[in-house]
């Protein structure tokens, strides 16, 4: 089964502070994700990697940015955490750019005081 | 623009009370609708891929079936433990890189009493 696994299940920081959500996952998938979800928006695309240091923004990429150094690891910053930023983040992975499967982690809750 | 619209937003059901969750969508071009499960603290769980206008996939208790502007999730005598947040989603083209991305309705809380 595939398992993709987030740094955190719940931050809080204040604002202004960097910070940092790390993602992983274990089936050699090309396409990595990064989404938010809040209450009655659904899942907002921020960043996509469909390759080593490859990205693409999203939907929402304003305030983040994404750094994909090993194929298995995604990792969204936030150069300076706002209370806006408040939210479920959300990581998940695909194969290819064919396959639109996506399989995602647990979920951080970051709360930004 | 591409959108994404369920209904109804939450549904409460009794064990064994048959129903369907909507998903309407406007997209250029369809490449995929997708349905998922969450359960709460937790990420989405794929359930199903749909392509084409007509074609149905079932899963135990759960059929989901497509045409050309909507999707239906039936949901026939469920149980307690259906009870989750069910996301839609359509495949539709990021606007570089010819890349695809999904976009989600905003989901369907199901509750189902004993």
């Known amino acids: 089964d595939v398992k993709v696994t987030q740094s955190s299940r719940y931050l809080v920081k204040r604002t202004g502070e960097k910070v940092f959500l790390e993602c992983v996952q274990d089936?050699?998938?090309?396409?990595m994700f990064w989404y938010r979800q809040d209450p009655g928006l659904g899942l907002r695309l921020i960043y996509f990697?469909?390759?080593?240091?490859?990205?693409e923004k999203g939907d929402i990429p304003e305030g983040y940015s994404v750094s994909r150094e090993k194929k298995e690891r995604f990792s969204l910053i936030l150069e300076s955490a706002s209370t806006n930023q408040t939210s479920m983040y959300l990581c998940?992975?695909?194969?290819?750019?064919?396959?639109?499967?996506?399989?995602f982690g647990p979920g951080t809750r970051l709360t930004v005081t | 623009e591409d959108q994404v619209t369920q209904s109804p937003e939450a549904l409460r059901l009794q064990e064994g009370e048959s129903s369907s969750l909507n998903c309407s969508y406007t997209?250029?071009?369809?490449?995929?609708l997708f349905w998922y499960r969450q359960d709460p603290g937790k990420g989405p769980e794929f359930l199903f891929t749909?392509?084409?206008a007509g074609e149905e996939k079932e899963k135990e208790r759960l059929k989901a079936t497509l045409t050309k502007k909507e999707s239906f999730l039936h949901i026939t005598a469920p149980k307690p433990e259906d009870s989750a947040t069910y996301l839609c989603?359509?495949?539709?083209?990021?606007?570089?890189?010819?890349?695809?991305?999904?976009?989600f309705g905003a989901g369907t809380r199901l509750a189902v009493h004993p």
């Open positions: 998940a992975s695909s194969h290819d750019y064919s396959s639109y499967e996506q399989y």
């Open positions: 089936m050699d998938h090309e396409n």
């Open positions: 990697s469909y390759d080593v240091k490859m990205k």
């Open positions: 997209v250029s071009g369809l490449r995929g």
């Open positions: 749909l392509y084409s």
């Open positions: 989603a359509v495949q539709a083209p990021m606007f570089s890189g010819g890349y695809n991305k999904l976009i």
